[in-house]
């Protein structure tokens, strides 16, 4: 049982090149959300996806886009890096028992865009 | 807007240290509240989850209460030791939607030996 994972680990990319950043969980969760972590500024949600086929945004959507390929799955693409979206990037999942939402972090994705 | 704020932002005391690190919420109608820890370079790990229709949870040497008039919960460590030493962060969710938790940003803490 890995729980969340997320690839890669570490990128450095150029401005206005794309990437994706990948996610999966085996915890058969409904729920999968993707939050950039910057000093200063906390946790903030940039896409969640409450269910299988369906996502929304979040907090700081604008540069980004998402798909929930599956239950297991939830990808997070930049079409064009910019240096602002240098961060810390994390996936987590909830779900399971009624009335238990934990939700679960994977590692992270350290993304610098010079 | 929910908010949540903790104080103090950062806290360093001696190892065998009892302390409390406070979490505020704005909106008193929460589903439930969570505390995790985050160890630097690594991803959140939940440590305590409390429904709004409970007053604490405990796991080990810690303790988690919820006072929901207030707007506040705390998180009790006994007995601190250098190995407790990282950002712990509360979260605070609200029925409705999909739950989403809103974050507050963390105390940092450390234990010296």
């Known amino acids: 049982n890995a729980g969340v994972t997320q690839t890669p680990k570490f990128q450095v990319l150029k401005t206005g090149q794309s990437m994706t950043l990948q996610c999966a969980q085996d915890?058969?969760?409904?729920?999968m959300y993707w939050y950039r972590q910057d000093p200063g500024m906390g946790l903030r949600l940039i896409y969640y996806s409450a269910s299988e086929g369906t996502t929304d945004k979040g907090e700081v959507p604008n540069g980004y886009n998402v798909s929930r390929l599956n239950k297991r799955e939830f990808s997070l693409r930049l079409e064009s890096a910019a240096p602002s979206q240098t961060s810390v990037y994390f996936c987590?999942?909830?779900?399971?028992?009624?009335?238990?939402?934990?939700?679960?972090f994977g590692p992270g994705t350290r993304l610098t865009v010079l | 807007k929910q908010e949540v704020t903790q104080i103090p932002a950062a806290l360093s005391v001696p190892e065998g240290e009892n302390l409390v690190l406070n979490c505020s919420f704005t909106?008193?109608?929460?589903?439930?509240l969570q505390w995790f820890r985050q160890d630097p370079g690594k991803g959140l790990t939940s440590l305590l989850l409390i429904q709004s229709s409970q007053r604490e949870q405990t796991s080990g040497r810690l303790n988690a209460s919820l006072d929901k008039s207030s707007g506040r919960s705390t998180l009790y460590i006994a007995a601190s030791q250098p190995g407790d030493s990282a950002t712990y962060l509360c979260a605070a969710q609200y029925p409705g939607g999909s739950y989403i938790p809103t974050f507050g940003r963390g105390t940092s803490l450390i234990v010296h030996p």
């Open positions: 909106d008193s109608a929460i589903y439930n």
């Open positions: 987590a999942s909830s779900g399971g028992l009624a009335g238990s939402y934990t939700q679960y």
């Open positions: 915890m058969n969760h409904n729920s």
